[in-house]
């Protein structure tokens, strides 16, 4: 690999903003409301300052190295999307053990799709068995995560999510990366830019999402408490009866958002 000042200075600032991000969650207690993400944060802190070692040492074990990070990466974005989704919705519990039920097989669908897809690449010197498998697995947890991120701004006021709120920072951050990132990888596959350019202006992006969790870290407000209100089983002691549980949930939204205008 042949990288340049910019390049090392773009690797540096990441551990270093990801280092004040945890700083701050765990100074304000955000940690233990968002444990998935927090880890997340010290899984990227460790794994850049890692790979930047290795890539001096050996391409070799730097070319394993990235892999093995990418492979963990995928677990970590699925885990955040759970926990996303399930803080999101933690006042609507049947809608949201729905949701996680959808969310898991989703994800299974999502694995098996990208076998599959590995599988038909076998033959390919550009993606190939292991490698495609993992690329494959990476855009699908990606493009979730980028989904359930816009999801949520667009629903934030019908979800009780604040603008100020670290969750809203949160996917506000992973919106801006991911989108950039799949529109940027589109570039990249059809070969109208280097891949040195691309991997530069995907880092610039990351910097800033790293840079709008810092503030958000520093500033934002933490997240309420569930209103137990919510729970099926206190309004339904009888027994769960999830369809009119979601739509007491949907009359209460549309309620809710025909004050607001």
């Given at each position: 690999m042949h990288l340049h000042a910019l390049d090392y200075v773009l690797w540096?600032?990441?551990?270093?903003?990801?280092?004040?991000?945890?700083?701050?969650?765990?100074?304000?207690?955000?940690?233990?409301?968002?444990?998935?993400?927090?880890?997340y944060i010290i899984f990227q802190a460790v794994t850049d300052v890692s790979l930047l070692i290795t890539e001096r040492l050996s391409y070799v074990a730097y070319f394993y190295s990235y892999w093995a990070v990418t492979v963990l990466s995928v677990a970590f974005t699925f885990a955040i999307i759970d926990e996303l989704f399930r803080v999101a919705f933690r006042d609507f519990t049947a809608i949201r053990n729905v949701g996680t039920s959808i969310f898991r097989w989703a994800a299974l669908m999502v694995l098996i799709a990208a076998v599959l897809t590995a599988f038909s690449f076998l033959n390919d010197n550009h993606l190939?068995?292991?490698?495609?498998?993992?690329?494959?697995?990476?855009?699908?947890?990606?493009?979730?995560?980028?989904?359930?991120?816009?999801?949520?701004?667009?629903?934030?006021?019908?979800?009780?999510i604040s603008r100020r709120s670290i969750l809203f920072g949160i996917a506000t951050g992973y919106a801006l990366y991911m989108?950039?990132?799949?529109?940027?990888?589109?570039?990249?596959?059809?070969?109208?830019?280097?891949?040195?350019?691309?991997?530069?202006?995907?880092?610039?992006?990351?910097?800033?999402?790293?840079?709008?969790?810092?503030?958000?870290?520093?500033?934002?407000?933490?997240?309420?408490?569930?209103?137990?209100?919510?729970?099926?089983?206190?309004?339904?002691?009888?027994?769960?009866?999830?369809?009119?549980?979601?739509e007491r949930i949907v009359e209460d939204l549309m309620r809710n958002a025909q004050k607001t205008l």
């Open positions: 540096v600032c990441a551990p270093c903003l990801e280092a004040g991000v945890l700083f701050f969650m765990h100074r304000r207690g955000l940690a233990a409301q968002l444990p998935f993400f927090y880890g190939a068995g292991f490698s495609g498998l993992v690329v494959m697995a990476d855009r699908s947890a990606r493009a979730m995560l980028c989904l359930l991120a816009l999801l949520l701004l667009l629903g934030a006021r019908q979800l009780h989108l950039a990132k799949v529109a940027l990888d589109s570039i990249a596959l059809m070969h109208l830019a280097s891949s040195l350019m691309v991997t530069r202006i995907n880092s610039l992006f990351y910097l800033s999402s790293c840079v709008l969790w810092l503030l958000y870290a520093m500033y934002g407000a933490r997240l309420p408490q569930p209103l137990l209100v919510h729970d099926p089983r206190e309004m339904h002691p009888d027994g769960d009866n999830l369809l009119d549980t979601m």
